[in-house]
């Protein structure tokens, strides 16, 4: 067991009230190098430090709950599944028998080409309908990150993989080609119903061929 004072070592820190050299740079290291005027991007390697330990005490607690949270979100999330299902150029999430989705967002897959606009259009035109959506859950895959891309957090310069946009094009057209739905335990039928209104409201209205009048 080494020393005490081997253990522990007495840093040295220089006061600055220069926000530019510092402060900004600290926050981002607490909340994963995300710069806020940026969707989720990652301008370095950073922790996340949201969770205070007194979060976390009640989180656990909460646990007890978890099976019937998640089981009141898949009632309503199948609900409006079933109700959107005929819309063309859409894939609601899959059921399959070797997995449970929990809904921590609902996934609606899209197929571009079936559309006029573009899948950031559609989100807007949901949100404009009271129904907060975003356009993809990341903006492009991670490894297209220029923290990725141009090595610049505690990445090995000899790596041999030379990351480049057209890696992982299937990964590339899935950021383009979904839309997030915040989902909520406390969903109800009616939301589910309301929820289906205003998808098949937007997606018919900006599908392919349709005359506008």
């Known amino acids: 067991m080494p020393a005490p004072s081997a253990m522990f070592r007495v840093t040295s820190f220089k006061q600055t009230n220069r926000d530019e050299l510092c402060g900004r740079k600290l926050a981002h290291c607490a909340d994963k190098g995300w710069p806020g005027e940026l969707y989720r991007d990652h301008l370095f390697l950073a922790p996340y430090y949201h969770m205070t ?22 009632e309503s999330a199948l609900i409006l599944s079933s109700l959107i299902r005929d819309i063309r150029g859409i894939f609601p999430p899959l059921e399959v028998d070797w997995a449970v989705s929990t809904y921590y967002e609902y996934a609606l897959g899209i197929d571009p080409d079936m559309f006029s606009v573009d899948s950031t259009t559609l989100a807007d035109a949901l949100t404009g309908e009271g129904l907060q959506t975003a356009p ?18 505690h990445l090995d310069a000899s790596d041999p993989i030379e990351y480049t946009e057209v890696m992982c094009p299937t990964a590339v057209e899935a950021c383009r ?3 997030f739905i915040p989902w909520k335990e406390k969903m109800t039928d009616t939301n589910s119903r309301d929820i289906a209104g205003a998808i098949r409201k937007v997606l018919t209205h900006f599908e392919k061929g349709r005359l506008m009048l």
Not at 65 to 74: F, S, T, V
Not at 136 to 153: A, C, E, G, H
């Open 53 to 74: 330990e007194l979060q976390g005490a009640v989180g656990i607690a909460q646990l007890r709950k978890i099976d019937r949270m998640i089981e009141a979100r898949r």
């Open 136 to 153: 993809s859950y990341l903006p492009k895959p991670i490894y297209m990150y220029d923290v990725v891309l141009k090595r610049d957090t």
């Open 177 to 179: 080609s979904m839309l």
